[in-house]
């Protein structure tokens, strides 16, 4: 009986990690591939299935991932793709750039690792190219940069410090996880890879959808009976955008259905053990005299471990970029605690009431937003400019390609954790105190 079970347990994941149901959600939901219409030979001289297994990660050596004009050359020499509809590097974080006429579209950003820009694919169905555009996006630094601050200035300093606790975890963990499994990507043919940015890294389990699944539930964790509202809506908004998110990373191309439902569960299991701990965390963080030097040590251990699990990819920069985020915020609760800053609800207020709405609380919440994004974005801009010269320097590494230079563990390791430790200080502490000074708060 026991077995049986096993065989058929075995059997349902083998059958979600096929490629070709994500090129047959693709192919329902609009997205078309450009492929050639003769089958690319492998190595052996045989040609590929149409629904190949799992590939090999694409590693640094396998490609030209310089910044100059060779590498440029040749990404657009493979891909077949030049003039308007070409990849920009530079461009804003969306997932791929849509020709509204043709609606011909192609990645936007490069393979981070690889410097690869992707092939061109065709979207019929705008409405869930945007959709899931903005869901895959819930996942990206971009989104962390403006949700994380905007909650902690102007809605609930309190759960915004507790909530980037569990996110800093949770991401380590699961980027951890994916280093130490190692499966690749959906092959492509047949999956059509709308994102490329994440392209070489592994991908079980997928942490956008862990992300997507941690945010959205520890705020409904840490706000039901804080704050007044029916808990159907909040679960329901928690599961909606947990759902948009862990959907989106299917019909990117960027994951199996089995290493979504995987991220999904695997962060409710983070979730219930954190739901006991989170507030002795906060504490400690708060009050222990030792607290700093357990933060810096435990941040940093964990990056150390985290590196050594690989060679270098996005996942272990994303990695020590929460958790230096994560130490930094955690200092400046400690700081705050210590100067009396914090910006807490008393314990009277409780339950909290959302106040009614007005011009003059939506203008202050907005001037306090952009002022302080405008200080956190100048800062990692900063931050960054003065880091990764000085690292290189001082390990004897060139500086003319930087990403050829964050390949080395002495060096993107503790830029990630400068600069974001930093960023995570200010958000928690800098930008409040200024807040006061402007007489904002």
């Avoid at 990507?185 to 592994?202: D, G, L, Q």
């Avoid at 500086?399 to 080395?408: I, K, P, T």
Wanted: charged residues 15%.
């Amino acid at each position: 009986m026991a077995n049986d079970f096993a065989k058929t347990f075995i059997q349902v994941c083998k059958n979600l990690q096929d490629p070709c149901h994500v090129a047959r959600f693709q192919q329902l939901c609009g997205v078309k591939g450009t492929f050639p219409e003769k089958k690319i030979k492998s190595e052996s001289g045989q040609p590929e299935p149409d629904c190949p297994g799992l590939r090999k990660r694409v590693q640094s050596s396998d490609v030209n991932i310089g910044n100059g004009a060779a590498g440029d050359a040749t990404s657009a020499q493979v891909n077949g793709m030049q003039g308007d509809n070409a990849a920009r590097p530079d461009g804003a974080s969306a997932a791929a750039h849509v020709d509204s006429d043709t609606a011909r579209a192609k990645p936007l950003r490069r393979n981070s690792l690889t410097g690869d820009v992707g092939q061109e694919f065709l979207i019929h169905n705008k409405f869930l190219f945007y959709l899931f555009t903005f869901g895959t996006e819930l996942g990206n630094e971009m989104f962390f940069i403006v949700f994380f601050p905007f909650l902690f200035w102007n809605i609930d300093a309190l759960v915004s410090r507790r909530l980037i606790v569990v996110w800093a975890w949770n991401l380590f963990v699961g980027q951890s996880t994916k280093d130490m499994v190692r499966w690749s990507r959906p092959a492509s043919p047949p999956v059509v890879k709308v994102e490329v940015f994440y392209n070489s890294e592994y991908s079980m389990p997928s942490t956008h959808a862990m992300t997507g699944t941690a945010i959205p539930f520890c705020l409904f964790m840490l706000t039901y009976g804080r704050w007044e509202y029916p808990f159907l809506f909040g679960l329901s908004v928690a599961l909606s955008w947990s759902v948009l998110v862990c959907v989106s990373r299917v019909y990117m191309g960027m994951h199996s259905i089995l290493e979504v439902i995987t991220g999904f569960l695997y962060t409710l299991l983070i979730l219930a053990f954190f739901q006991p701990l989170l507030e002795k965390i906060d504490s400690f963080y708060m009050t222990d005299r030792y607290a700093p030097l357990v933060i810096i040590l435990s941040h940093v251990s964990l990056g150390l471990v985290a590196f050594s699990l690989d060679s270098w990819s996005t996942s272990r920069g994303d990695t020590a970029q929460a958790l230096g985020t994560g130490a930094g915020a955690a200092l400046a609760t400690h700081v705050n605690y210590q100067l009396g800053l914090l910006l807490d609800h008393p314990l009277s207020s409780l339950p909290l009431t959302f106040p009614p709405l007005s011009i003059s609380m939506v203008a202050l919440s907005l001037l306090r937003f952009f002022i302080g994004v405008a200080v956190i974005l100048v800062t990692r801009m900063v931050m960054k400019a003065v880091t990764i010269p000085f690292l290189c320097r001082l390990f004897g590494l060139p500086s003319d390609d930087v990403r050829q230079a964050r390949q080395h563990m002495k060096v993107e390791l503790p830029y990630r954790y400068i600069v974001y430790s930093v960023v995570g200080f200010s958000c928690v502490s800098v930008v409040p105190l200024l807040f006061r000074i402007l007489n904002l708060a």
